[in-house]
């Protein structure tokens, strides 16, 4: 089984290292400052404190013969067409999408080739320390690595995941599910932009309530354009007291969990969060106008 991580960053390196050390056959392309650091040093990982260096390859070109079982594209969501554009001459026949984005996924196909697509997200999160891999996966309870069924190659994929002990979930309508995704975490990467000091931004209770207000209230907006919310537990956040959300959201903030999982990538990544909270306010707003 091969496997390609087009993306060497905090996502598509630490899915690297995991399949590599699982015994697959797993190739990183990379750019710039990370493809030096990956000649230099190898993919490092720290785990447990201590670090190790995980079997893959490093790749910095792709060529058109090049194919692989499976390519997972691990890139920031304003670098995803040109990514796309890169792979449409590969004769790779699936690209894994882990990619926070609304758009359809029709388009990215129409960029690549029909058919290629399975869209995901993953289900991790971390950083660097200097050139060491410091991540990990995300609790399977909280948010397992997700993707869309497809054609039936969701299945060979979901057995590689559990061949790494990656937990994953399989749902029916990924578009569905980013959009609830993007409810939830559009509010907390605003409440980060937002606070005086987003570092603790848990500790501002009104900010926490407001935070609270807002994610209800995308639920709520999403669930009025006639769809099904996704996973079902998003219906937590419409039920529950305002404050008492807030007051879980504060716990959240303020934990490691959050630390690790939200604070790093709201403060690393301003400018996707930025475009993801515009796209995901203009499509409530149009399909308001559509209603």
Known sequence: MRILIFGAGVIGSLYGALLAEAGYDVSVYARGRRLESLIRNGLLLKSGGTIRKAPIKVLSKLEAEDRYDFIILAVRENQLHAALKDLRQNSSPTIVTMVNSLETYDRW????????????????????DGDVLDAALTPRLIQPTTFGKTDGREKKLARILHGAKIPYQIVPDMHAWQLCHLAMVVPIADAYCEAADPEHAGRDAVLMRKTAKQIRDNLHEIAARNIRLSPRKMQVFRLLPVPLVGWILSLVFRSSFGDRFMYRHSMKAPDEMRRLHEQFYRWLEQKGKEA
């Open 109 to 128: 196909e129409a960029i690549c080739g029909e058919g290629r697509i399975i869209p995901a997200f993953p289900g991790a999160g971390g950083g660097f």
